[in-house]
């Protein structure tokens, strides 16, 4: 360790201002912060400060999502064997998963981080983490088989328009994530809907005739491969061979990391724990799809109950992760709950509405991170008007 | 009481060093300093030179606006040294002190007989007008106004702070005299909030003249902002002032002997500090005068006048400030921690978040450093800080607003009723590291520039 620290010092003046290497002080220091805290003390203001940081606070939010993720590898590993009827066990499953993911992973991050660095390089300033969470998020909410070259573009469309032109980390008016996810939906519709994207292999299986190097298994005959929300009704359900119990434990197509209620629900307990996420997002997301759901179904829309809901497609992952982003979101107390009850609700109204666009989680929350600040804008004002009344009424 | 006021969110920082309850020593002045800085927005006018012989209670600054306010030395003795700073700015009269303390005789005086011009002029010559705070912006009083109430915080929440109750306890009748003398000089009278834990240990409760208020809570309950705010909020074109009991002592003492006496008894504090208990000495006085309670050879320990979240680093030649009643000695961290940020225990560290497991151990104490523990980012998380201040605003666009120079949002969001320490824990949570003081502090020099 301290070999490692001697090296550090030793090499720094290389990198600092006038030294050989001094334009890469941004890329230098993001490395040496990510090893060693800093040897900074505070120099205006309290003598003493809070150990938590950023890079604290974020990597709780990268290991919520690990149950998810770690999920997400096996279900494409099982929805694989499945469609094919290759009959695998749980590590080869697993095994499967991994490798289709872990590429998925390597681009969002080193085409996600380059720009961040360099960025950050252009700009003198240090490099943000922030991307550690975007990075971890957008392998989870894209369908598996999506060509690498299309989640790089993406991921590029996210980080520079949706962040950097906007100053960085904390200044986005926009999840990256979702605007990541938003830019395949819009660009590459036909690699991001429909019913044969949603199982690993089979986009190559369809052009190629092969899905799988070792042999030359062909679809198992009952296979469909379109996710729940393709059929959302209880007869649509029942013919996909879906149960409820299937939609909370996730054995359902989907996104990688969007399918398990519970490895969901595990992230949430940690972060509402650690009190990184608010809950008051949260449940007010899940009041208003509940709310909409109970209404579609009292009026005859679906003939799903309302907590069907919660339980298909994004809107769980999308409640937990992205809703709650709190740069994106409502800053104010009063704000998070019409946040929330207004993504829940938008969420299931689109599915309801809207045929021939189910998943509405996504547009629902990039919708409401355009309104936020109009919504604390309300809240403020209405906040600052009842205190003055209060005033002149002492 | 009946008029309880309860505040449900704030943070006592664990901090370990509390001073015990004894008397370590009378600290003999030897060089103390009067130092304008401690007083916001002053144009110091120097009234001596080097060589000038003084009295305890001769003036040896005055204001340049309202030359009527001026500032004493604490003790007789010999000017020894004007210190100016960059741009001659004027940091320090360093005083050197004779051996045996002569006095300025202002007379004894009974303030029942006083009008509130005669305690005004009384107060302004003697050096003790700077005793009184007034906000918003928390500047020296203007003596030409009367104040809509005068508001005192017979409690401390501040990490490590000096106990009133202990650090004032021969002082009762002082304190009654000056709340007498104040009284003349505002209309709503003297508001004074205690500590309701702790109600009916306080010998202060029996004060006469005064309109009492309790508060239950953790810090920042025992800031004065943070009680006007509840006892009744700053509105734009008011202004109160503030005291703190121990000016309070001093400002009754003036009137009963004649004295500019400023003696108080201060608490040493902190991890660094040997020992860590109570001195008798002067605002002025040496860091080097309290040489027992430390052990500086390893160049690492921070000295700072008042506590570790609004005191100001003095530096080891350095000298207590006019207002503070405390020292807390703590360690500069300045080293590196490998990969700390991704440790799952770091359980010498505190934090007032669940991410580490410092929730596990409500009642130990840290021995904090001043190291940053991270880099400093734009604002990310928005609810942090809302949950240590118990006031009615918004502690982040109040932030923002400052940034940005806006003054229109600034009055929005109730700079009035701010001062720098009330969003100290603001800062001391925040996640970025953004230094929110040093920000509000820019804000109200804006303001109080465009409101002129």
């Known amino acids: 360790m301290n070999g490692l620290r001697k090296l550090t010092d030793k090499i720094k003046p290389a990198f600092e201002k006038g030294g050989k290497l001094g334009f890469l002080h941004s890329t230098f220091d993001a490395f040496e912060t990510f090893l060693f805290v800093p040897d900074t003390v505070t120099k205006r203001g309290a003598h003493v400060r809070d150990s938590v940081d950023l890079k604290r606070i974020l990597i709780i939010v990268v290991l919520a999502l690990v149950p998810a993720m770690l999920f997400g590898m096996w279900n494409v590993g099982y929805q694989h064997s499945n469609a094919f009827g290759l009959g695998w066990g749980f590590w080869q499953m697993f095994w499967y998963g991994l490798v289709k993911v872990i590429p998925l992973y390597l681009v969002s991050y080193i085409v996600g981080l380059g720009i961040e660095f360099i960025s950050a390089q252009i700009k003198g300033h240090e490099v943000s983490e922030g991307y550690l969470v975007s990075g971890m998020l957008i392998p989870l909410i894209v369908p598996v088989d999506v060509p690498l070259w299309m989640l790089a573009i993406a991921v590029a469309f996210a980080v520079i328009l949706g962040k950097e032109v906007f100053g960085g980390t904390g200044m986005n008016i926009w999840n990256p994530a979702l605007l990541c996810r938003a830019f395949l939906f819009f660009s590459y519709p036909s690699k991001m809907s429909g019913d044969t994207v949603w199982t690993g292999g089979l986009s190559r299986y369809l052009t190629e005739g092969t899905a799988y190097a070792t042999d030359g298994n062909g679809l198992v005959d009952a296979f469909s491969g379109a996710t729940p929300l393709a059929h959302p009704s209880i007869e649509g359900l029942q013919q996909a061979g879906t149960s409820f119990m299937d939609l909370f434990i996730g054995t359902v197509p989907g996104s990688v990391g969007e399918t398990s209620v519970i490895a969901i629900l595990i992230g949430a307990i940690i972060l509402i724990w650690t009190g990184v996420a608010s809950w008051k997002i949260m449940l007010s997301s899940v009041v208003g799809g509940l709310a909409m759901g109970y209404l579609g179904y009292a009026c005859g829309v679906t003939d799903l109950p309302g907590y069907y809901q919660l339980v298909l497609g994004g809107f769980a992952f999308g409640t937990v992760f992205m809703a709650t982003d709190p740069v994106t979101s409502a800053q104010t107390e009063t704000g998070k709950w019409i946040y929330g009850f207004l993504v829940g609700a938008l969420t299931v109204t689109v599915r309801l509405f809207n045929p021939g666009y189910v998943e509405g989680m996504m547009l629902a929350i990039l919708l409401m991170n355009t309104f936020a600040p109009l919504i604390d804008y309300y809240v403020i004002e209405g906040s600052i008007k009842r205190r003055e009344k209060k005033v002149k009424v002492a | ?452």
Not at chain 2, 5 to 18: N, Q
Not at chain 2, 311 to 337: A, C, M, P
Not at chain 2, 349 to 365: H, K, M, V
Request: glycine share 8%.
């Open chain 2, 1 to 452: 009481m009946s008029n309880n006021i309860t505040l449900k969110r704030g943070l006592d920082i664990p901090i370990s060093g509390e001073a015990a309850q004894k008397i370590k020593k009378a600290v003999v002045p030897d060089v103390v300093a009067v130092k304008p800085t401690d007083f916001r927005g002053l144009l110091p006018k120097l009234l001596v030179k080097e060589g000038d012989s003084v009295l305890a209670g001769t003036p040896v600054l005055a204001d340049k606006l309202s030359p009527g306010i001026v500032f004493s030395s604490p003790v007789s003795g010999t000017v020894q040294a004007v210190v100016r700073g960059e741009k001659r700015k004027l940091l320090e009269i360093r005083i050197k002190a004779d051996e045996t303390q002569k006095y300025v005789d202002f007379g004894i005086q009974k303030v029942k007989d006083l009008t509130a011009d005669q305690i005004k002029e009384a107060l302004m010559k003697s050096g003790l007008w700077p005793a009184l705070v007034q906000r918003p912006y928390g500047v020296l009083a203007n003596p030409d106004i009367r104040p809509k109430a005068i508001f005192v915080s017979a409690f401390s929440t501040a990490p490590l702070a000096a106990d009133i109750d202990y650090a004032l306890r021969d002082e009762f009748d002082n304190i009654q005299t000056a709340v007498n003398a104040l009284a003349k000089l505002t209309d709503g009278g003297i508001h004074v909030s205690f500590n309701s834990v702790n109600y009916n240990g306080t010998p202060f409760h029996k004060l006469e003249n005064v309109i009492q208020h309790t508060f239950t809570g953790k810090h920042p309950a025992g800031n004065v902002g943070i009680q006007i705010h509840h006892i009744s909020p700053i509105r734009k074109g008011e202004t109160v002032w503030t005291v703190s009991p121990l000016m309070l002592a001093a400002i009754g003492k003036l009137f009963n002997t004649g004295k500019y006496d400023m003696t108080r008894r201060i608490a040493v504090t902190g991890p660094k500090a040997v020992d860590p208990c109570y001195v008798t000495a002067l605002p002025g006085m040496a860091m080097a005068d309290i040489k027992e309670f430390y052990d500086n050879s390893a160049r690492d320990i921070r000295f700072i006048s008042g506590d570790v979240l609004t005191g100001t680093n003095v530096g080891e030649d350095g000298f207590l400030g006019f207002y503070d009643s405390q020292v807390t000695l703590i360690k500069e961290g300045r080293e590196h921690e490998m990969l700390g940020w991704a440790k799952p225990f770091r359980s010498n560290l505190f934090s007032a978040s669940r991410t580490y497991f410092s929730w596990l151990t409500p009642n130990r104490r840290y021995d904090m450093d001043t190291n940053l523990h991270g880099g400093v980012r734009a604002f990310l998380m928005n609810d942090v800080y809302g949950k240590v201040l118990p006031m009615d605003i918004f502690p982040v666009y109040l932030t923002k607003a400052c940034i940005a120079g806006d003054i229109d949002k600034m009055e929005k969001y109730g700079i009035y009723e701010v001062l720098e320490e009330d969003l100290a824990l603001c800062e001391y949570v925040c996640p970025s590291k953004i230094d929110i003081q040093a920000i509000i502090s820019d804000g109200i020099s804006l303001m109080m520039k465009e409101m002129e």
